[in-house]
């Protein structure tokens, strides 16, 4: 997470306090349309500020080096990011690769693994471009993240790496007040969507459970309120707490790894070829995602409710949220056996499956 994190109505005050000579706003069309630049520039200390409002959802290639050119022109020491996850992920490229023209997304977008674990050669110096991450949606925690989503051509890329965390994080719930019904569900269901992955992930623990449950209950109660009505600023509060919980939470493992991604990476894929924004994408490949995995393959739903969390579903979501008793128990990992019935005790790592049994080939395996 960031070093610096400034939650709650009226935390963009804190910008005051920002010394700076030179500023670059990066936003997109719609915020800016909407007045924030505007209010930016009063809380900023500096005169020298230029605005950079070319971000699209899903921001591509082209895009990030259009902003590069501008910071390489401009030479700011600090860089501020408003708008939604769109907007912070491509402020986190510009700065990256401002500070260090040498690389290039080939050779830094990997797939989407733990970042500790990587190969690719990310920057270890410190950064001379401050990077202040100000969320207008509430939605893909991006400004507390280490990860950010560009299009590269067709496909949607994943840039994660702890130097890309943004300095300062200001959530100031008051920005989302004006946001469109479209995209407050869109959002909302994004966050909660990262929520549910990150619960049944194979990384979670109890400790992490907490913060992802906890993060679901307050969607669940405060999203139809935003939704009803925009100026409730509680459920809008509530909404950016959530969105900021899930992704924030401390765990072993870096908080854009730990999830299962199912809903996520078929939102990506099609997104791309339909340039959807994944809140958008998601909403409709979560409702279905339950489901299918339980009907695509039977023998492997049967392995996953063996282990100590249950298939999710909908309706066992909302029980699990409504109560904080954790459903479903099962065998340890250390117990778990070939749920196929043909006595394989192979620990292959993946949901138990008895893909190898000492040097052959488990034969019921499909």
Known sequence: ????????????????????????????????????VDLLRSKLRTRHVQVFSEVEPEPSEATIQAGVTLLNRARPDLLVAV????????????????????????????????????VADYPRDSHHVRLVAIPTTSGTGSEVSPAAVLTVGERKETLVDYCLVP???????????????????DSGIDALTHAL??????????YTDAFCVQAARLIFDALPRAYDDPGDLAARTDMANAA??????????????????????????????TAAPTGSSCRTCSATTPACRASSCPRRATRR??????????????????????????????????????????????????????????????
Request: charged share 25%; with cysteine; aromatic share 6%.
């Open 244 to 273: 900021t919980r899930w992704r924030g939470w401390p765990s072993p493992t870096p908080s854009s790894a730990p999830t299962t991604r199912w809903p996520t990476r078929w939102a990506r894929g099609s997104g791309s070829r």
């Open 167 to 185: 300095d300062m994080a200001i959530v100031d719930p008051v920005l989302t007040l004006s946001l469109p019904a479209s995209v407050t569900v």
């Open 83 to 118: 708008g939604g996850g769109s907007v912070i992920d491509a402020a986190k490229a510009m700065r990256l690769f401002h500070e260090h023209p040498e690389k290039s997304l080939d050779d830094l977008t990997l797939p989407f693994l733990d970042p500790r674990k990587r």
């Open 197 to 206: 992955e990150a619960a049944v992930s194979i990384f979670a623990s109890p």
């Open 305 to 366: 409710t063996s282990r100590r969390r249950s298939t999710p579903s909908w309706a066992a979501w909302s029980s699990a949220v409504a109560s904080p008793t954790r459903a479903g128990t099962g065998s340890s990992r250390a117990s778990r056996t070939c749920s196929t019935g043909s006595g394989c005790r192979a620990r292959c790592g993946r949901w138990g499956s008895p893909r190898t049994s000492s040097r052959r080939r488990c034969p019921r395996w499909r």
């Open 1 to 36: 997470m960031p070093a610096n994190t400034f939650f709650n109505a009226g935390a963009l005050e804190n910008l005051r306090d920002v010394e700076c000579e030179a500023a670059v706003i990066v936003t997109d069309a719609d915020s800016e349309r909407r007045g924030v």
